[in-house]
């Protein structure tokens, strides 16, 4: 019970794991679509069938197609990716960082957009 109390009151990115994934940026939202249309096996997916095959949420693949969504967590793209039949760059971009960026480098940043 206190293992459990404790994890409720850490900060955000200590509880939630998906926080620290890279995410990745739908490249081309019409691609998708036409990928869609004729798969790496021939085969035509619909947004049910590719969530489906990809282990992830309806809702996901159809904001993604819908335009509603346009990032993904790098399981998700990767298994959107797998389940079309492509390889993840050719749909997907990672985002951010590669070094993060220490406080005393922010902090020069911060003050200037925050004027």
Do not use: C, H
């Not at 085969?43 to 993904?72: H, I």
Request: glycine residues 6%; hydrophobic residues 45%.
């Amino acid at each position: 019970m206190l293992k459990t109390f404790k994890q409720m009151n850490a900060p955000f990115e200590e509880v939630n794991v998906a926080a620290r994934d890279d995410l990745y940026l739908l490249d081309d939202r019409d691609l998708l679509i036409r990928l869609m249309q004729r798969t790496g096996s021939g085969q035509r997916v619909t947004v049910r069938d590719l969530a489906e095959r990809a282990s992830v949420a309806v809702g996901t693949v159809g904001n993604l197609t819908s335009g509603a969504q346009q990032w993904v967590t790098y399981p998700t793209a990767r298994a959107i990716s797998n389940a079309i039949g492509v390889d993840l760059p050719i749909l997907f971009v990672r985002s951010g960082r590669a070094v993060p960026v220490s406080e005393a480098e922010a902090t020069p940043l911060l003050r200037r957009t925050a004027v």
